[in-house]
């Protein structure tokens, strides 16, 4: 298939996107959940991850049905969605004291908006990996920061 109707989805492969991109978003906030214990979690990657999607697959039927008809740049979409969801994730930042918390937690939002767009345009095995590959730096980097902080930090810090 070429042009425009490699963009045209059936019903049913625009709800099977829908969903592996809720359900990708939905692993990344379970961690988030979890391990992390952080208030933005399972419902909120997931519907980040959904929405993003959404979006995308709106803007691929939108520009395939009415190829000619309008001017329109389904990639605009995508920058859309990264501008907001640069709202959120200042929305999550916040300073306590010296300290500064949930940037961690607003890159993830960011990873999952990527996510939703990827599963959006198609690109399910790239999402996928790019899930395994977030939750090894989620829950894996975690393990060797503990360790580099007990390697190298100074002892009343340990």
């Not at 691929?60 to 990264?82: C, W």
């Not at 007990?150 to 810090?157: E, K, N, R, T, V």
Request: proline letters at 3%; a neutral charge.
């Amino acid at each position: 298939m070429h042009g425009p109707e490699l963009f045209i989805d059936t019903q049913i492969i625009m709800f099977a996107k829908l969903l592996l991109a809720t359900f990708l978003g939905g692993i990344i906030g379970t961690e988030r959940a979890l391990l992390a214990r952080q208030a933005a979690g399972t419902r909120t990657f997931a519907l980040v991850a959904l929405g993003a999607c959404l979006f995308i697959i709106s803007g691929n039927y939108i520009d395939a049905a009415y190829l000619g008809v309008v001017n329109f740049n389904p990639t605009q979409i995508a920058a859309g969605i990264v501008t907001g969801i640069g709202f959120l994730g200042a929305g999550l930042i916040i300073f306590r004291g010296d300290t500064l918390h949930g940037v961690t937690t607003a890159a993830g939002l960011w990873i999952v908006a990527a996510l939703g767009i990827a599963v959006g345009i198609g690109l399910y095995y790239v999402a996928l990996f790019t899930t395994l590959l977030t939750l090894v730096v989620f829950t894996g980097m975690w393990y060797v920061e503990m360790r580099f902080k007990h390697w190298f930090a100074p002892p009343d810090i340990q």
